[in-house]
């Protein structure tokens, strides 16, 4: 298995485990569940060492990638800056949430902290998770992009426009 490969592989684990370790965070703190906690923890930590794997091979995967015919380069670097950004959001829940382990299990009072820093790191690491995972698709996946739906609706727009006057 090459880096691509890899790429391809561990690239849906840092947008996907967040999203599960948000649920259980928030199960956490609804059921007054420790356990629940700290497996949310674990799950963000996990999340950015995914991240870690998926960016390290991302940049393998652009030079496999912007040889392929019809790749276009814009949209391997849109990917690639939100990738970075995204990448330091998840390596900081990834902090956060060590610690919060290791307050949590030592039951330290400042502990419940963490847990919300937690939270709000992981709903804004989802919102570039989705962007970076979106910009991702666009690089081979021509129908998802913006541009080309933004053509196509106003195509719909003329077409039907022409053919209300037609009538």
């Given at each position: 298995m ?10 849906h684990f ?10 259980v ?18 799950i963000?930590?996990v ?36 990738a970075?950004v995204?990448?330091?959001l998840i390596?900081?829940l ?6 919060g382990?290791w ?7 400042f ?8 939270i ?7 919102y ?11 690089i ?12 196509s609706s ?12 037609h009538k």
């Amino acid at each position: 298995m090459d880096q691509t490969h890899l790429h391809l592989i561990i690239n849906h684990f840092p947008i996907i485990l967040p999203i599960v370790g948000l649920f259980v965070i928030i199960a956490g703190l609804f059921f007054k569940s420790e356990i629940l906690k700290r497996t949310a923890f674990f799950i963000f930590v996990v999340s950015a060492i995914s991240a870690a794997i998926a960016f390290s091979s991302g940049e393998a995967a652009e030079h496999v990638v912007e040889k392929i015919p019809g790749v276009e380069e814009h949209f391997i670097e849109e990917h690639e800056e939100v990738a970075e950004v995204f990448i330091k959001l998840i390596y900081v829940l990834g902090v956060v949430s060590l610690l919060g382990l290791w307050a949590n299990w030592k039951e330290k009072p400042f502990a419940k902290w963490f847990t919300y820093a937690a939270i709000l790191f992981s709903v804004i690491s989802l919102y570039f998770a989705q962007e970076t995972g979106n910009t991702g698709g666009e690089i081979r996946h021509s129908e998802i992009r913006s541009e080309i739906s933004d053509h196509s609706s106003d195509k719909n727009h003329e077409t039907s426009h022409e053919n209300h006057n037609h009538k």
